[in-house]
């Protein structure tokens, strides 16, 4: 088989004979289903392919059950609750468990005919997602020879599970990694849009369920008539997975494409235009997610600049969008300065969201919800959880994570992620001095919210790896698995992903799982420690490579306030910018004292001398060494590990990574170094093992 990687998770690598013997022989796949669009449909087709290739079985498929409902013996029977007959017995036994089920949710039994007959397979899905995804764990399951259980219910932790592409319509993609769009290319919708139904169905088999297509800095290009079509027929080559689809818009586009002078959000001509707009919109998708909105951001026009507020400008959009269904504004937390004076100690990009979202709460339509990066300043290598998490409870709220690794080494770095995401997802905020971890208010558990979620910056481009790298697809599986189940174990994530994508050898599922789980620590040790940010070069505007100088001296907000003596944000209330306070009071007096910060946030909370002890006895300046010498080292094992594949895997992934690990291995040398002589010349203290600045 070709290995190009288009496949990843989903090659359904066929399974040795002798294993091929442990499982049924089947007979049909019934998928209940009239519609060739359904997803019921999509999920009888899939089981077809996956069965021809993991079992080597030819199956028909057909969409109904024969009379009397029957389950017909050996047969794979998929689909909703609904279009199940309920009058079928076996239906009758797992009532419960089906009426448990939660929206995209899903049942999948192996139920055996009589004492030993012949097995039959029922995946009912609490709607036609469900089903789908039911099919896919069913397929999951054998690709990874084990067992399909008797009884299985499964329901997501929450309804928003979503995607957003930084795609642009000329098909260059923002902080893309892996080639042009699969969307857009000199300003149109791509005709083939194979690709996109391709990506759909990897998204769905991890049972992520809409997609902003185009990049948050958007601009109007795409709400031309030949576009809307064009998103129509994205839409379409979605649908059959379950992924719908949603648009970022620019906020100025009343001005420059409706020719108005003002795009001021209460201008009557200005809610014409969007209401229009938004009807179109849904002439030709009309089950449209929604809208992304970025304003007042990084140069971006916003209600602010008409001297109205967030909430005006957020409940502009949700207002065209409730007359046309459930459509929902995804209005982005991400609103700073990026012209903050850095003479000002008092300054602090970090307090931009809860400032500006402070006093909303009330005010915003019920479909309006914010997304909110993990931490404040933007998806470094180690952040505090958003304090704004714990500021609003009547409006729901998505949380937004990062697969591409802009700050993280851009694919070209091992970064498995999920260790980095969790420090954020169980994190608990203590809110009114309740257990409130973050996964739990982002369920909408906390609050009783019946619609909020995830959404992950993903950037797949045309490459034939989707991301530039194998290995980085393990993090798109991921972001998927977490979504829907956040106490997901990072180990366990990883090492299924490693059996789907390359194989069931011991030696390459332990090898992978080892690296992956050694690299965001490895990352950051050669990157940025303390809570310091990544240190990448933000100057220059690639966030690639070491350049921590970078950091200070700029309008950017992202300081690291590092002279001669000290280094580190002051982030007080009694002393500095005032941040720590706002979390609620249990957290915030944690953070407060750098005695009880814990030392991988120590600096970005307190500014302190190079000699302050850690916890682990280290100075900080001499933690930074030593942390990058460790990082880097470890870097170096990395190829060396993988090659131990060598022969277990095909050779075309083998090399492909291996390049990658010895480029990752050298960069490390070069981070390395570029810090460790960078904050060696800042203050003078040399390193006590005589390794910085000795050649
Ligand atoms: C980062 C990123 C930008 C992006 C922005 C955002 O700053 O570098 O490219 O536009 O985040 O999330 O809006």
């Given at each position: 088989a070709k290995e190009d990687g288009l496949e990843a998770w989903l090659r359904y690598a066929p399974l040795p004979a002798e294993h091929v013997k442990h499982h049924p022989r089947f007979s049909q796949i019934v998928a209940l289903s009239e519609a060739n669009s359904s997803p019921v449909y999509t999920a009888g087709k899939e089981i077809q392919s996956g069965l021809s290739k993991i079992l080597r079985q030819k199956v028909d498929v057909t969409n109904t059950l024969p009379e009397a409902a029957q389950i017909p013996a050996s047969a794979i029977v998929v689909g909703t609750v609904d279009t199940?007959?309920?009058?079928?017995p076996a239906i009758e036994k797992i009532k419960e468990g089906v009426s448990s089920l939660k929206e995209d949710g899903f049942w999948l039994g192996a139920r055996k005919d009589g004492n030993n007959g012949p097995a039959h397979v029922l995946i009912i899905g609490q709607n036609e997602r469900g089903a789908l995804y039911g099919a896919f764990e069913f397929l999951m399951l054998l690709a990874k020879d084990e067992p399909c259980p008797e009884t299985y219910t499964s329901s997501p932790s929450a309804p928003i599970r979503w995607v957003n592409q930084w795609d642009n319509l000329d098909g260059t993609?923002?902080?893309?990694?892996?080639?042009?769009?699969?969307f857009f290319k000199d300003g149109a919708v791509l005709d083939d849009l194979t690709r996109v139904a391709q990506y759909a169905r990897l998204m769905a088999s991890v049972r992520l369920n809409g997609i902003i297509?185009?990049?948050?800095?958007?601009?109007?290009?795409?709400?031309?008539p030949t576009n809307l079509k064009g998103l129509g027929r994205i839409a379409d080559a979605m649908r059959p997975w379950g992924v719908r689809i949603g648009v970022a818009l620019y906020f100025d586009t009343p001005i420059?494409?409706?020719?108005?002078?003002?795009?001021?959000?209460?201008?009557a001509n200005v809610v014409a235009f969007w209401n229009d707009i938004t009807t179109q919109l849904y002439e030709d998708v009309p089950d449209m997610l929604g809208y992304l909105i970025k304003a007042n951001s990084e140069g971006q026009p916003g209600p602010l600049t008409y001297g109205r507020t967030l909430a005006d400008g957020a409940n502009l959009f949700a207002r065209a969008l409730k007359p046309h269904g459930d459509g929902i504004v995804m209005y982005r937390a991400f609103v700073y300065n990026h012209h903050l004076d850095e003479s000002n100690w008092k300054n602090d990009r970090a307090n931009a969201a809860v400032e500006f979202f402070d006093g909303l709460d009330d005010v915003f339509e019920d479909n309006v919800l914010v997304q909110i990066k993990y931490?404040?300043?933007?998806?470094?290598?180690r952040e505090p959880p958003s304090p704004l998490l714990a500021h609003l409870r009547r409006t729901q709220v998505i949380i937004e994570f990062q697969v591409a690794q802009e700050y993280l080494g851009q694919q070209s770095h091992l970064v498995y992620l999920p260790p980095l995401w969790r420090t954020i997802l169980d994190f608990d905020l203590r809110i009114d001095g309740q257990q409130t971890l973050v996964r739990d208010v982002v369920s909408g558990e906390r609050f009783n919210w019946k619609r909020s979620g995830y959404a992950a910056v993903v950037n797949v481009g045309n490459d034939s790896t989707w991301l530039g790298s194998h290995l980085a697809m393990s993090n798109l599986y991921a972001y998927g698995c977490y979504c829907w189940d956040p106490t997901s174990d990072e180990r366990d994530v990883i090492q299924d992903w490693t059996r789907l994508t390359l194989s069931h050898h011991p030696t390459v599922i332990d090898t992978v799982t080892q690296l992956s789980m050694e690299s965001w620590p490895t990352y950051e040790n050669y990157s940025g420690?303390?809570?310091?940010?990544?240190?990448?070069?933000?100057v220059k505007t690639c966030h690639y490579g070491p350049s921590p100088a970078a950091m200070d001296g700029n309008g950017w907000g992202q300081w690291t306030r590092a002279d001669a003596y000290a280094i580190g944000m002051d982030r007080t209330t009694a002393t500095g910018t005032g941040y720590s306070g706002q979390y609620p009071s249990e957290v915030a007096k944690i953070f407060e004292n750098p005695e009880t910060t814990p030392d991988e946030l120590l600096l970005w909370f307190h500014h302190v001398p190079y000699t302050r002890r850690l916890k682990s006895g280290k100075t900080v300046i001499q933690h930074f060494y030593d942390a990058h010498y460790d990082g880097a080292q470890d870097a170096q094992t990395f190829p060396v590990r993988w090659e131990a594949l060598r022969g277990l895997i095909d050779d075309q992934r083998f090399k492909h990574t291996l390049f990658r690990l010895t480029y990752q291995a050298g960069h490390a040398l070069v981070w390395r170094d570029s810090i460790c002589n960078f904050y060696l010349a800042k203050c003078g203290i040399p390193d006590e093992h005589h390794r910085v600045g000795s050649y």
């Amino acid at each position: 088989a070709k290995e190009d990687g288009l496949e990843a998770w989903l090659r359904y690598a066929p399974l040795p004979a002798e294993h091929v013997k442990h499982h049924p022989r089947f007979s049909q796949i019934v998928a209940l289903s009239e519609a060739n669009s359904s997803p019921v449909y999509t999920a009888g087709k899939e089981i077809q392919s996956g069965l021809s290739k993991i079992l080597r079985q030819k199956v028909d498929v057909t969409n109904t059950l024969p009379e009397a409902a029957q389950i017909p013996a050996s047969a794979i029977v998929v689909g909703t609750v609904d279009t199940f007959p309920s009058a079928a017995p076996a239906i009758e036994k797992i009532k419960e468990g089906v009426s448990s089920l939660k929206e995209d949710g899903f049942w999948l039994g192996a139920r055996k005919d009589g004492n030993n007959g012949p097995a039959h397979v029922l995946i009912i899905g609490q709607n036609e997602r469900g089903a789908l995804y039911g099919a896919f764990e069913f397929l999951m399951l054998l690709a990874k020879d084990e067992p399909c259980p008797e009884t299985y219910t499964s329901s997501p932790s929450a309804p928003i599970r979503w995607v957003n592409q930084w795609d642009n319509l000329d098909g260059t993609i923002e902080r893309g990694y892996a080639g042009p769009s699969v969307f857009f290319k000199d300003g149109a919708v791509l005709d083939d849009l194979t690709r996109v139904a391709q990506y759909a169905r990897l998204m769905a088999s991890v049972r992520l369920n809409g997609i902003i297509v185009n990049n948050v800095n958007s601009h109007c290009n795409l709400l031309s008539p030949t576009n809307l079509k064009g998103l129509g027929r994205i839409a379409d080559a979605m649908r059959p997975w379950g992924v719908r689809i949603g648009v970022a818009l620019y906020f100025d586009t009343p001005i420059e494409l409706g020719g108005l002078s003002t795009s001021d959000p209460l201008d009557a001509n200005v809610v014409a235009f969007w209401n229009d707009i938004t009807t179109q919109l849904y002439e030709d998708v009309p089950d449209m997610l929604g809208y992304l909105i970025k304003a007042n951001s990084e140069g971006q026009p916003g209600p602010l600049t008409y001297g109205r507020t967030l909430a005006d400008g957020a409940n502009l959009f949700a207002r065209a969008l409730k007359p046309h269904g459930d459509g929902i504004v995804m209005y982005r937390a991400f609103v700073y300065n990026h012209h903050l004076d850095e003479s000002n100690w008092k300054n602090d990009r970090a307090n931009a969201a809860v400032e500006f979202f402070d006093g909303l709460d009330d005010v915003f339509e019920d479909n309006v919800l914010v997304q909110i990066k993990y931490g404040p300043i933007d998806f470094q290598i180690r952040e505090p959880p958003s304090p704004l998490l714990a500021h609003l409870r009547r409006t729901q709220v998505i949380i937004e994570f990062q697969v591409a690794q802009e700050y993280l080494g851009q694919q070209s770095h091992l970064v498995y992620l999920p260790p980095l995401w969790r420090t954020i997802l169980d994190f608990d905020l203590r809110i009114d001095g309740q257990q409130t971890l973050v996964r739990d208010v982002v369920s909408g558990e906390r609050f009783n919210w019946k619609r909020s979620g995830y959404a992950a910056v993903v950037n797949v481009g045309n490459d034939s790896t989707w991301l530039g790298s194998h290995l980085a697809m393990s993090n798109l599986y991921a972001y998927g698995c977490y979504c829907w189940d956040p106490t997901s174990d990072e180990r366990d994530v990883i090492q299924d992903w490693t059996r789907l994508t390359l194989s069931h050898h011991p030696t390459v599922i332990d090898t992978v799982t080892q690296l992956s789980m050694e690299s965001w620590p490895t990352y950051e040790n050669y990157s940025g420690n303390l809570g310091i940010q990544t240190l990448c070069d933000i100057v220059k505007t690639c966030h690639y490579g070491p350049s921590p100088a970078a950091m200070d001296g700029n309008g950017w907000g992202q300081w690291t306030r590092a002279d001669a003596y000290a280094i580190g944000m002051d982030r007080t209330t009694a002393t500095g910018t005032g941040y720590s306070g706002q979390y609620p009071s249990e957290v915030a007096k944690i953070f407060e004292n750098p005695e009880t910060t814990p030392d991988e946030l120590l600096l970005w909370f307190h500014h302190v001398p190079y000699t302050r002890r850690l916890k682990s006895g280290k100075t900080v300046i001499q933690h930074f060494y030593d942390a990058h010498y460790d990082g880097a080292q470890d870097a170096q094992t990395f190829p060396v590990r993988w090659e131990a594949l060598r022969g277990l895997i095909d050779d075309q992934r083998f090399k492909h990574t291996l390049f990658r690990l010895t480029y990752q291995a050298g960069h490390a040398l070069v981070w390395r170094d570029s810090i460790c002589n960078f904050y060696l010349a800042k203050c003078g203290i040399p390193d006590e093992h005589h390794r910085v600045g000795s050649y």
